[in-house]
């Protein structure tokens, strides 16, 4: 950073100059744990044993979060399944209870794109078809990427008039928001694209756009799309569109090691029976319980309010 042609390229500068803070701001969180740790042995409480096992714990997990992408931001999707109104009502609860584990850790959530259901659920959530976000803070995708994966929801359904109960699932994506210079080095073919104009949308009718402001755009091959309706210009939408889209493809192509895009594709999995990675039943007994680390809680309400640690852990330590 201090050769004096640095700000050449500024792009590049601009990531080593985030990097530094970040690598800065963690020596320093580094060096004020163990300037606590010897306050502790010299005067502490319990108390103050407890907050710092807590604060060296959070710490802790960052060890285990050494992929390549794991401290970028992370750009997270979900899709109902299997279950209609049911399945679409989850789809809310689970927008809710990842904004709410954003909120825990002071992260930043913002919708770039949601498809709403028809009819309301409780506490006045509309339903949800598909809701993409980006989830903005330190090690996000490091985090949240093993969430990938189908949610299942066993409970009393609020829309059977015989009070029946029902199963829903949820698909969930996250993907990292992968830096922009290497979304700059891929070129789309403008051949390979289609894109699709239409009307941002609200729940029950509120803030529409009556502009075709909203963006999908599909990339022919691979079939793969990306869609934003955030923005309040078609310009901006078709934009943001196109990197969310370059992201999607940026990872199939490390996933598959840069083979042909056209045969990487492959099957969706299927957000129903047998493909679920975790269960939260509501009845007839509470209970969450992740079926990859065996991780289980009775604090369901607790676990949709946000509080995923306990999981996320678990599954970040899973070799």
Same mark, same amino acid.
């Given at each position: 950073?201090?050769?004096?042609?640095?700000?050449?390229?500024?792009?590049?500068?601009?990531?080593?100059?985030?990097?530094?803070?970040?690598?800065?701001?963690?020596?320093?969180? %580094?060096?004020?744990?163990?300037?606590?740790?010897?306050?502790?042995?010299?005067?502490?409480?319990?108390?103050?044993?407890?907050?710092?096992?807590?604060?060296?714990?959070?710490? @802790?997990?960052?060890?285990?979060?050494?992929?390549?992408?794991?401290?970028?931001?992370?750009? =997270?999707?979900?899709?109902?399944?299997? &279950? &209609?109104?049911?399945?679409?009502?989850?789809?809310?609860?689970? %927008?809710?209870?990842?904004?709410?584990?954003?909120?825990?850790?002071?992260?930043?959530?913002?919708?770039?794109?949601?498809?709403?259901?028809?009819?309301?659920?409780? @506490?006045?959530?509309?339903?949800?078809?598909?809701?993409?976000?980006?989830?903005?803070?330190?090690?996000?995708?490091?985090?949240?990427?093993?969430?990938?994966?189908?949610?299942?929801?066993?409970?009393?359904?609020?829309?059977?008039?015989? $009070? =029946?109960?029902?199963?829903?699932?949820?698909?969930?994506?996250?993907?990292?928001?992968?830096?922009?210079?290497?979304?700059?080095?891929?070129?789309?073919?403008?051949?390979?694209?289609?894109?699709?104009?239409?009307?941002?949308?609200?729940?029950?009718?509120?803030?529409?756009?009556? +502009?075709?402001?909203?963006?999908?755009?599909?990339?022919?091959?691979?079939?793969?799309?990306?869609?934003?309706?955030? @923005?309040? %210009?078609?310009?901006?939408?078709?934009?943001?569109?196109?990197?969310? =889209?370059?992201?999607?493809?940026?990872? %199939?192509?490390?996933? #598959?090691?840069?083979?042909?895009?056209?045969?990487?594709?492959?099957?969706?999995? #299927?957000? #129903?029976?047998?493909?679920?990675?975790? #269960?939260?039943?509501?009845?007839?007994?509470?209970?969450?319980?992740? =079926? +990859?680390?065996?991780?289980?809680?009775?604090?369901?309400?607790?676990?949709?309010? &946000?509080?995923?640690? $306990?999981?996320?852990?678990?599954?970040?330590?899973?070799?």
């Amino acid at each position: 950073m201090a050769r004096p042609d640095f700000w050449g390229l500024p792009d590049i500068a601009a990531q080593t100059s985030e990097e530094y803070a970040d690598l800065k701001k963690e020596v320093g969180e %580094l060096d004020d744990l163990e300037a606590e740790l010897a306050m502790i042995e010299e005067s502490g409480t319990e108390t103050d044993l407890a907050q710092f096992e807590k604060k060296f714990k959070e710490k @802790e997990i960052v060890i285990f979060l050494k992929g390549k992408y794991d401290k970028e931001n992370a750009i =997270l999707t979900i899709h109902s399944g299997a &279950g &209609g109104f049911d399945a679409q009502d989850w789809g809310a609860m689970l %927008l809710r209870m990842y904004e709410r584990y954003c909120q825990r850790k002071n992260f930043k959530f913002y919708i770039l794109h949601e498809s709403f259901g028809e009819g309301n659920g409780p @506490e006045g959530r509309s339903g949800i078809k598909e809701v993409t976000v980006l989830i903005k803070g330190p090690m996000a995708f490091g985090l949240l990427k093993k969430e990938n994966g189908v949610h299942r929801l066993v409970r009393m359904s609020p829309f059977s008039a015989k $009070q =029946l109960r029902h199963t829903s699932f949820a698909l969930v994506e996250v993907l990292p928001e992968f830096p922009k210079q290497h979304l700059k080095e891929m070129v789309l073919k403008p051949e390979d694209l289609k894109f699709e104009f239409y009307g941002a949308s609200g729940p029950g009718g509120q803030y529409v756009n009556k +502009r075709e402001s909203a963006v999908r755009v599909i990339h022919v091959p691979t079939g793969v799309s990306a869609t934003c309706q955030v @923005e309040r %210009l078609q310009g901006q939408n078709k934009e943001r569109a196109i990197e969310l =889209l370059k992201m999607k493809l940026f990872s %199939l192509m490390e996933e #598959s090691q840069l083979k042909e895009l056209s045969s990487i594709k492959g099957d969706r999995v #299927s957000a #129903s029976w047998g493909n679920q990675i975790r #269960s939260y039943v509501l009845d007839p007994y509470k209970l969450a319980k992740d =079926l +990859r680390t065996d991780v289980e809680t009775s604090s369901v309400n607790d676990v949709l309010d &946000g509080d995923l640690d $306990q999981f996320i852990e678990a599954e970040i330590k899973i070799k």
